[in-house]
């Protein structure tokens, strides 16, 4: 499975967005016979195939012609514990969590049970070419632990953390400030900066969260270096007020983060459905970013999420999947239900093909300061990827044979890949997953 050591030139259309495409025209780059030179895990060129094959004549070169590369996905919010809720449709979010997640995510707290969820849950993220998520973990450590461990094992970036809670869900999913503060310490002194693992400080959400939880995480963000924070905000109309009710002195939701210094680069707020025009600014102004996650949003009657808005004040966005509130783990699927919402808007927007791709792939690594490591395939850069190739007979495949413009290819991969078309996914070079020939 290694790479180190040897240079492999494989040959295929390349799709990446090096730039961000809401900023600049032409940020989406596609080489038609493309070839992707990787060295030591890294990525050593990008161009077209024939000339980067007469520069490289020592490089082994794979004919992967018939599919497609993309950088790995990266999905900036996801929980570990809801994988086995996905698909309970019909409810709002505060009802949803009552009556599936958090019953399921009590069962946690049995350490077998857990592990086999989080193995379960990481092998998704790789057979999906997921290569990168920033996930919530459970409200117990050593399922918290579990994931960890699962997503070394396989190869997968896991940014996550043990998800603080002391009041409102279930007693068996609250911990008081002091032990969620102990676990916490244990569980970044043993996986932050651990191989490819990154520790993000996860207090749920502010209505699940005392001032005493929210100074805890600001204490263990003052303490270690490079910590990622994870929440949800402005997610439903009753979870709102009830945030209202809970932080009197704090004049919206926002401000209950900011307070205990929980917004900035290193921050991904899931959901923003429904925000004011005062939160858009201070986000754009903390570079704090929002994971929008449009199948959870519809799934659950959420509302509908103002891109435009966003854009417009200049905050920056990426994808999620939200398994289980939302629909499974494809990323590209996420990418098209983004495309479809925000068709239907209020400040409606046609987004292209390369704006989607960006949001799915180096949007997420721009949110989880990786920038400099993944998302696109500029040279240096992990060689993180995903080998798209339709099966023979699907309609995808039929589809594909009648284009050639390569912005209509990656739309149709966009519409209709889904995780049968996902045939190997790499990070740093190394085979994470394959479909089973
Ligand atoms: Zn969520």
Redesign the pocket.
């Known amino acids: 499975m290694s790479s180190i050591g040897r240079s492999e030139l494989l040959r295929a259309p390349v799709f990446h967005t090096p730039a961000n495409p809401f900023l600049q025209d032409r940020a989406l780059e596609c080489h038609w016979d493309g070839g992707l030179l990787i060295r030591d895990g890294r990525i050593a060129a990008c161009g077209d195939y024939s000339e980067l094959r007469v520069a490289h004549p020592e490089a082994q070169s794979s004919d992967l012609r018939g599919g497609f590369l993309l950088p790995g996905l990266i999905d900036t919010?996801i929980?570990f514990p809801q994988v086995r809720v996905l698909g309970s449709l019909g409810r709002s979010l505060l009802d949803w969590l009552e009556s599936c997640a958090l019953p399921e995510e009590a069962r946690m707290a049995d350490g077998a049970y857990a592990r086999s969820v989080a193995c379960g849950f990481v092998r998704a993220l790789a057979s999906h070419g997921t290569t990168t998520a920033l996930a919530?973990g459970a409200h117990f450590a050593p399922a918290t632990a579990a994931l960890f461990e699962c997503a070394q094992e396989a190869g997968v970036r896991v940014l996550s953390g043990l998800v603080l809670s002391d009041r409102r869900l279930r007693p068996e999913l609250h911990q008081s400030p002091d032990a969620a503060y102990q676990a916490s310490k244990t569980l970044i002194e043993r996986f932050h900066k651990r191989g490819r693992l990154l520790y993000a400080v996860t207090p749920r959400f502010a209505l699940s969260t005392s001032e005493a939880m929210l100074e805890v995480c600001q204490t263990l963000l003052s303490e270690h270096d490079g910590l990622r924070i994870q929440t949800?905000l402005n997610e439903n109309h009753t979870e709102i007020a009830e945030v209202r009710r809970l932080f009197p002195a704090a004049p919206d939701y926002l401000a209950v983060y900011e307070r205990f210094g929980l917004c900035g680069p290193r921050a991904v707020m899931?959901h923003n459905v429904h925000p004011s025009d005062s939160e858009l600014r201070r986000l754009a102004a903390s570079h704090t970013t929002i994971a929008h996650c449009p199948c959870s949003n519809a799934a659950l009657g959420s509302g509908l999420f103002s891109l435009q808005r966003h854009l417009q004040a200049g905050v920056h966005c990426a994808l999620g999947t939200?398994v289980g509130?939302g629909t499974g783990f494809g990323l590209l699927k996420e990418a098209l239900q983004a495309y479809l919402l925000q068709r239907l808007a209020p400040e409606p927007a046609v987004l292209s093909p390369g704006q989607l791709l960006y949001l799915a792939t180096r949007a997420g690594a721009e949110a989880l300061g990786l920038a400099e490591e993944t998302g696109d395939f500029q040279v240096e850069k992990a060689a993180d990827l995903v080998y798209l190739r339709p099966p023979s007979e699907s309609p995808l495949a039929a589809v594909l044979s009648q284009l050639e413009s390569p912005e209509r290819v990656l739309a149709a991969l966009l519409t209709l890949a889904g995780q049968e078309s996902v045939a190997e996914v790499r990070v740093e070079g190394s085979v994470i997953y394959r479909a089973p020939s």
Do not use: N, W
Request: net charge negative.
């Open positions: 919010h929980h919530f949800h899931a939200d509130g």
